[in-house]
């Protein structure tokens, strides 16, 4: 059986959570960078990795590593590989490239090459004089670091953040593989009560709702390594059927999402039902400030408002200087806050037990993390 070298890419700050959704899946890691992270697998995995990577950006099939410093030598190293493996007579390729500190720094002349090479690669495989290109697409991205080039086809097509469920959507979204990881990083289960009292279109709670159940994040979409005949519709149908079974129908869920708009808890409910996950979320309008806090050990992950998200010119702070007043009460409760706004600190008589640095797309944000303490065994409802 074929063995392949994959890639999960990642945004910075979240390589360890990814690198641990690979090894609870079974994979074997061989290496972790600076936003991804390589893992051996068959093509079967190649399938299980796409519908449940619930934190990584994408999955990549590595082909080939080598040092390019030329455009002959790109070209040459490029069409020496075997394509044919990978893509049929008629496969759709296309080429994206990117190039830091190398030599060979023009893109669209990198992407060029390496798509004459692979077209002069995949005609002699063939014995044809020109390639269709009219079946199953597959993308092929040329990256360059110190003259390294690495040659990749992406297994998953549209990023894997996009699960499907989001249909309505509220400004400056929180990314689906984002919230993941926040969730991961903290010390909620699904037998802890969830709160997130800025909950926007609900991509908080409706990812702890997914984790919870063990719903395969990309349970209902597609991919492109899902048209591919390397591959196959039983490799496929198998890792789905596999995925439908280890649905949890039966543990109890408790999750509470609130916001201030009334949009964005009419937005969050359709989101939460397209999931099917409506049935483990409480929804509520209502400023955090009114929230019901009286149950302990409870806890709290959100992603209060940070400029982007609010008016231009909007002041911040009073709003923050009640979370810090708020949150700060809430002795008995693990507490994981994530915002980009610089007045924010720590909670009042609280220091935080990890900071991290995330992105949120391009936006640089501080994950804030207080550990509370572990509520007491017999307490079965917390």
């Known amino acids: 059986m074929d063995q392949f070298e994959l890639i999960a890419t990642t945004t910075f700050g979240i390589e360890a959570v990814v690198k641990r959704e690979l090894v609870n899946l079974g994979f074997t ?15 079967s995995g190649i399938a299980k990795a796409n519908l ?4 990584a950006d994408r999955v990549l099939l590595k082909i080939a590593e080598f040092k390019a410093i030329t455009f002959d030598e790109l070209f040459d190293q ?24 190398s030599t060979l720094f023009s893109i669209s002349d990198c992407q060029s090459i390496v798509k004459k090479a692979i077209a002069e690669n995949l005609k002699r495989k063939y014995s044809v004089a020109w390639l269709a290109e009219t079946g199953a697409d597959y993308t092929v991205l040329i990256s360059i670091l110190n003259d390294i080039a690495t040659l990749t086809i992406d297994t998953s097509g549209v990023a894997l953040h996009k ?3 989001r249909i309505k959507t509220v400004k400056a979204p929180l990314k689906e593989t ?4 926040m969730i991961m990083l903290s010390y909620w289960d699904k037998s802890r009560v969830l709160y997130d009292v800025f909950c926007g279109s609900g991509t908080i709670p409706i990812e702890a709702a997914l984790i919870g159940k063990n719903i395969a994040p990309g349970l209902h979409r597609d991919f492109s390594s899902k048209h591919w005949p390397i591959i ?32 964005s808890i009419e937005a969050a409910k359709t989101n939460a039902d397209v999931a099917q996950v409506n049935d483990c979320i409480t929804f509520q309008q209502s400023n955090f400030l009114d929230v019901d806090y009286r149950r302990d050990y409870g806890i709290l992950i959100c992603n209060p408002p940070y400029g982007e998200r609010l008016s231009i010119g909007e002041d ?31 909670l009042k008589a609280r220091k ?5 640095k995330l992105y949120n797309g391009n936006i640089e944000t501080t994950y804030f993390q207080y550990y509370g303490p572990k509520p007491p065994l017999q307490k079965d409802n917390i």
């Open 52 to 55: 449940w990577l619930r934190s």
């Open 163 to 165: 699960r499907g469920y």
């Open 352 to 356: 935080p037990d990890r900071v991290r």
């Open 29 to 43: 890691v061989t290496r972790t960078e600076n936003g991804k992270v390589t893992f051996l697998s068959d093509k």
């Open 178 to 181: 984002l919230a993941a990881a």
């Open 232 to 263: 196959g519709e039983d490799v496929w149908k198998a890792e789905i059927d596999k995925a439908i079974q280890a649905i949890d129908h039966q543990s109890k869920i408790t999750i509470f999402a609130s916001d201030i708009d009334s949009d």
């Open 316 to 346: 911040l702070l009073p709003l923050y200087l009640s979370i810090e007043a708020k949150f700060s009460k809430l002795n008995t409760w693990s507490i994981y806050i994530l915002t980009a706004f610089e007045g924010f600190s720590n």
């Open 78 to 101: 490029t069409t020496q590989l075997d394509w044919g493996k990978y893509i049929e007579i008629d496969g759709k390729f296309t080429v994206n490239g990117k190039s830091v500190k």
